[in-house]
């Protein structure tokens, strides 16, 4: 029978106190993972646990900067010592900046290939040992749209989702014969607070020409859910999917198979 539970498995979700990453701690704990996450600062992390328990979760949360190879090898040991040994880890945790590239500043795009590449790097290198040890583990990416394309005001981003997609490709090489699948997930425009100023109403109540823009871009005429994220999440994180490797799963109601809508 095919195996989709998480029974028995510690995840561990960066930046999940809300948006893609708590929806993606919240169906792993319904497959039956224990979880724990981290967030940035404390407020986010007490809001996230807030959260998990309305939803009837016990999760772990810990303030952790993702950027901070220290912080994260403490903070992987403690989930060790009260969790148990990570069997999940999904880099979700991430930033963006939208500036033109030539108004932008050389530390603020490095802001940003730190959160969205550095961090990856050092948080899969904190649990890889454990794995090995252990005989296998899954580690999951958040990749984007910008894994494959580009837009204005966005250039510091897609490098670092570009890169992701390679970093995910080369763990996998590095590590697959040690039963560590390491594969992404790419998602298309989702609501969460990250992508909140492209929805904003205009002042006269006109939706955002972004948004608009977006729905005539997506075959599903729509943007999407976090929710819709998790049954791929939940399939990268299970035995079902121990011949997946260094594969980027694009979920985004369509968009990349699209050249858009034709002009009526
Ligand atoms: P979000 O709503 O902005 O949430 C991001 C989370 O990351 C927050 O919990 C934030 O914590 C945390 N975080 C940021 N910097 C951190 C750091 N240095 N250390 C630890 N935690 C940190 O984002 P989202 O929309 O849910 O996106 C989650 C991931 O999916 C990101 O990697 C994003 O790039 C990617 N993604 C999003 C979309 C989309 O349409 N929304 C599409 C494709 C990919 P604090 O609250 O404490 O700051
Ligand atoms: C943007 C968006 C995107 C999305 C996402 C697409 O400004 O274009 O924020 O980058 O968040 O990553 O997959």
Known sequence: MVNFSLEGKVAFVTGASYGIGFAIAKAYAEAGAKIAFCDLRQESVDKGLAAYEEAGIKAYGYVCNVTDEEQVQATVAKIEEEVGTIDILVNNAGIIKRIPMHEMSAEEFRQVIDVDLNAPFICSKAVIPAMIKKGG????NICSMMSELGRETVSAYAAAKGGLKM???NICSEYGEYNIQCNGIGPGYIATPQTAPLRERQADGSRHPFDQFICAKTPAGRW????ELTGPAVFLASEASNAVNG???YVDGGILAYIGKQPK
Not at 137 to 140: E, M, Q, R, V
Not at 224 to 227: F, G, I, P, R
């Open 247 to 249: 594969h980027i799963l």
């Open 224 to 227: 999407l859910d976090a929710e």
């Open 167 to 169: 970093l995910t490709k």
């Open 137 to 140: 583990g899954k580690i999951i």
